[in-house]
């Protein structure tokens, strides 16, 4: 695809934000053999704007989730804009009918959940986030096994140079009656972090919930727990509410350090414990659609409101805009931020 994407805000200090990327992607996806899947994704991006210039967004770029193997390359840095050329996707996968086996750059996709996923450890994404399906991959290996009728066992392995720099899981997924049941055991760096998860219907509603408990190598251990309810309106409307709680904080004197960017990059890290998230899709045409998302910040009063559109144009192009509003008390997650305006071009081709 190629895509242009532009937001603009006031900073921190009232000043003018704006940032301009203009992406390329091209996939190669390609089976042969009936079995292999080879799968190559690389980006070429082009940046510019005064965001450049903005101490935060320069700190916030240093400060990335790293890959193990560094496939991306600053081709121009200036002081107006940059291009950089990366490797988003490159796996090499076998599939049959017990087991599916992938090596390489890839998505792991352990939790479910929309705006905070308690078991989603190895490319968590913040309910801020512009596009939530870009994700920083993982360069390691994956396996899953077919142990039964809706019966999985599956393994993540997250490349590092020692053990301590490597990550762990494993999974066994299971339905019981109507529910799908997940338990999951992983190692992250030096943490342990045990979980479960579990999804069904209670009467046309959709019920879920993800739990996870983490013992860290030099803190105490805390516990994180999702839970939510979604329902589909028979005008076209989708609803999701969700409960988050967290005890693995950010602390607040952290937050105003260069360490405390770390909760732009570790979503599932906050400064306060409890959250609400509501979120409401509409299809007002076969072509348009609204979409909204809010998560009130319960402890700290304060909030985030994205409303967008969606209008899928001819010849497979896509116009998006919308807005990112935030209020309340400065002292929780969202009630500091400023807002800002976005607005997207996507021609998939």
């Known amino acids: 695809y190629l895509q242009e994407q532009g937001l603009h ?24 053999w009936d079995r292999l899947r080879i799968n190559l994704s690389q980006s070429l991006e082009l940046s ?17 989730p790293e890959t193990y193997f560094r496939w991306e390359k600053s ?62 991959g993982v360069d390691g290996a994956s396996l899953e096994v077919y142990l039964g009728r809706n019966t999985y066992l599956s393994f993540a392995y997250g490349i590092g140079d020692i053990i301590d720099e490597s990550r762990f899981a494993g999974f066994f997924k299971t339905t019981l009656k109507s529910y799908d049941l997940t338990f999951m055991g992983a190692r992250l760096f030096q943490d342990w972090v ?19 408990y983490t013992l860290p190598e030099e803190t105490d251990e805390f ?59 509409a299809e007002l045409t076969p072509l348009v659609q609204f979409t909204s998302g809010m998560v009130y910040d319960l402890d700290s009063n304060c909030f985030f409101i994205g409303p967008g559109f969606s209008y899928l144009a001819p010849y497979s192009l896509t116009v998006q805009a919308g807005v990112q509003l935030f209020g309340g008390q400065e002292e929780g997650d969202f009630g500091f931020l400023p807002n800002f305006f976005w607005a997207r071009l996507r021609w998939d081709f």
């Open 9 to 32: 805000s006031p900073d921190f200090w009232g000043s003018e934000f704006s940032l301009n990327q203009a992406r390329a992607r091209l996939v190669l996806d390609f089976s042969f």
């Open 48 to 64: 510019s704007g005064s965001a450049l210039k903005n101490p935060f967004y320069q700190l916030s770029q240093a400060m990335a």
């Open 223 to 281: 516990f994180r727990g999702t839970l939510g309810v979604q329902y589909s309106f028979p005008e076209n409307i989708f609803f999701t509410a969700e409960y988050y709680h967290n005890e693995g904080l950010l602390l607040e004197e952290d937050f105003y350090s260069s360490s405390g960017m770390a909760i732009y990059q570790d979503p599932l890290r906050t400064l306060d414990r409890n959250f609400l998230g509501i979120s409401v899709n």
């Open 75 to 136: 081709l121009i840095d200036e002081e107006e804009y940059q291009l950089d050329w990366s490797i988003y996707r490159a796996w090499l996968g076998y599939e049959d009918d017990r087991i599916k086996i992938r090596l390489g750059r890839q998505r792991i996709a352990l939790g479910s959940a929309y705006f905070y996923s308690p078991l989603d450890i190895f490319n968590p994404t913040s309910p801020l986030s512009l596009e939530p399906e870009e994700r920083v």
């Open 194 to 212: 045990f979980g479960l998860a579990f999804s069904g219907y209670i009467s046309s509603a959709s019920f879920y919930g993800e739990l996870s």
